[in-house]
């Protein structure tokens, strides 16, 4: 997982609610064997109708995925995640996010900004009517701002999923900064105990 302090550049505005996983990925696409290509099944469903935002050129480019309340909703898939990264994406907005979504977004670098909802209408409604409007997320100061449009507010991320994000950690980045204590345990484990080598 890469460090994560700034995210800022452009966005896409999602202005639906409710979306759950299937519809950001939708299940064919997770028979894949390789962790690869899933941007491509990103609301692949959705991008069939040449008018759904994505297909808009106005927005290619865009590092930061608007979207309406309730985001990420549904079954448990890092695919979402690993679909909305390998799009471009570095963060999304939402007023609200489903707790498995968002826990799998920390987990893999992507960074879930939630907001209050008028903040999110407000932010949706100036990406629209502005595609070249700057986000600008900062992760270090727990922030969220589009100056050209007067929008700027803070965001929760507890303090240890704020260090994941600055200090480019996953699961086995956390656990290999107790590489000297796993080591040392190994050493003095007796050796009539089981082992999985």
């Given at each position: 997982?890469?460090?994560?302090?700034?995210?800022?550049?452009?966005?896409?505005?999602?202005?639906?609610?409710?979306?759950d996983t299937d519809q950001i990925i939708p299940s064919d696409w997770l028979k894949r064997v390789?962790?690869?290509?899933?941007?491509?099944?990103?609301?692949?469903?959705?991008?069939?109708?040449?008018?759904?935002?994505?297909?808009?050129?106005?927005?290619?480019?865009?590092?930061?995925?608007?979207?309406?309340?309730?985001?990420?909703?549904?079954?448990?898939?890092?695919?979402?995640?690993?679909?909305?990264?390998?799009?471009?994406?570095?963060?999304?907005?939402?007023?609200?996010?489903?707790?498995?979504?968002?826990?799998?977004?920390?987990?893999?670098?992507?960074?879930?900004?939630?907001?209050?909802?008028?903040?999110?209408?407000?932010?949706?409604?100036?990406?629209?009517?502005?595609?070249?409007?700057?986000?600008?997320?900062?992760?270090?100061?727990?922030?969220?701002?589009?100056?050209?449009?007067?929008?700027?507010?803070?965001?929760?991320?507890?303090?240890?999923?704020?260090?994941?994000?600055?200090?480019?950690?996953?699961?086995?980045?956390?656990?290999?900064?107790?590489?000297?204590?796993?080591?040392?345990?190994?050493?003095?484990?007796?050796?009539?105990?089981?082992?999985?080598?």
């Open positions: 997982m890469q460090p994560v302090e700034i995210v800022s550049g452009t966005a896409v505005p999602l202005r639906r609610s409710d979306v390789e962790r690869t290509g899933f941007d491509k099944g990103l609301f692949s469903e959705w991008r069939d109708n040449r008018d759904f935002v994505l297909n808009d050129e106005r927005f290619e480019g865009a590092v930061v995925l608007v979207a309406g309340p309730n985001f990420g909703t549904g079954s448990s898939r890092e695919h979402a995640v690993w679909a909305i990264q390998q799009y471009g994406f570095a963060a999304v907005v939402s007023p609200r996010f489903a707790d498995i979504f968002r826990n799998n977004c920390t987990k893999n670098g992507l960074v879930p900004i939630q907001v209050p909802a008028e903040v999110g209408e407000a932010l949706l409604d100036a990406v629209e009517a502005d595609p070249g409007l700057v986000v600008t997320i900062d992760v270090a100061n727990l922030t969220l701002e589009a100056p050209d449009a007067g929008i700027s507010c803070s965001f929760p991320l507890d303090s240890a999923t704020r260090e994941r994000f600055l200090e480019g950690l996953d699961d086995i980045g956390i656990s290999l900064r107790h590489e000297d204590a796993i080591v040392g345990y190994e050493a003095d484990r007796p050796a009539w105990l089981p082992t999985t080598t």
